[in-house]
Nanobody
């Protein structure tokens, strides 16, 4: 398995959650890593991206609420989500975008992890 996303679940509005994505070393090493999401009946979108050097890019809708980090020693990328809103409900995926804008990705999409924000 090249990418394995985990950590989704049910959380109340205003709550927090941390997603993890473990990657094989040949995938993770030196590459930009990104989190994407797809809500029901909506297109998949970039949530956040992080370069090998730690530069980040966030969707406007999650700026100041979500933080993307990476552990280069563990080949893992994280998405720390706080102050969650109902509209954050989606399946979250990790992938390897070709650029920080996330327009194109290198790998086929996996199953993702479902985040449901509901009271």
């Amino acid at each position: 398995v090249q990418l394995q996303a985990s950590g989704g679940g049910l959380v109340q509005p205003g709550g927090s959650l941390r997603l993890s994505c473990a990657a094989s070393r040949n995938i993770f090493n030196k590459n930009i890593m990104g989190w994407f999401r797809q809500a029901p009946e909506k297109q998949r979108e970039l949530v956040a991206a992080i370069s090998d050097g730690g530069n980040t890019n966030y969707a406007d809708s999650v700026e100041d609420r979500f933080t993307i980090t990476r552990d280069n020693a563990e080949n893992t990328v994280y998405l720390h989500m706080s102050r969650l809103k109902v509209e954050d409900t989606a399946v979250y995926y990790c992938n390897v975008p070709l650029s920080m804008s996330g327009e194109f990705v290198r790998l086929l999409w996996g199953q993702g992890t479902l985040v449901t924000v509901s009271s």
